[in-house]
């Protein structure tokens, strides 16, 4: 069974800094895209970020400069780290990939900015 793991999600002050990890065990993340998605308002999932298998990322504006998506292939893990970070980012934060014919979820990761 495919699975993803994260970590990494707590609790952070204004302007503070955390990284979530989202590890694949099993699959050779190099050769596919992943996705970080914010959880939003009224439970729809919304894309903000996406690692290619060439290693080139896109980010959503809000939080291009502020975060940062990376991978570590022996590890078969992703990773986002968050600076800077605001209220509004307070969200439960989920990593996807599409495995073949799967989509694959994590299981979502808290994380809360606040003072």
């Known amino acids: 069974q495919v699975q993803l793991v994260e970590s990494g999600g707590g609790l952070v002050q204004p302007g503070g800094s955390l990284r979530l990890s989202c590890a694949a065990p099993g699959i050779n993340i190099s050769l596919y895209t992943m996705h970080w998605y914010s959880q939003g308002p009224e439970n729809q999932r919304e894309l903000f970020a996406n690692i290619f298998s060439d290693g080139a990322t896109n980010y959503l504006d809000d939080v291009k400069g502020r975060f940062t998506v990376s991978r570590d292939n022996a590890k078969n893990t992703m990773y986002l780290q968050m600076n800077d970070l605001k209220p509004e980012d307070t969200d439960v934060y989920y990593c996807?990939?599409?495995?073949?014919?799967?989509?694959?979820w994590g299981q979502g990761t808290q994380v809360t900015v606040s003072s």
């Open positions: 996807n990939i599409v495995y073949r014919t799967q989509n694959v």
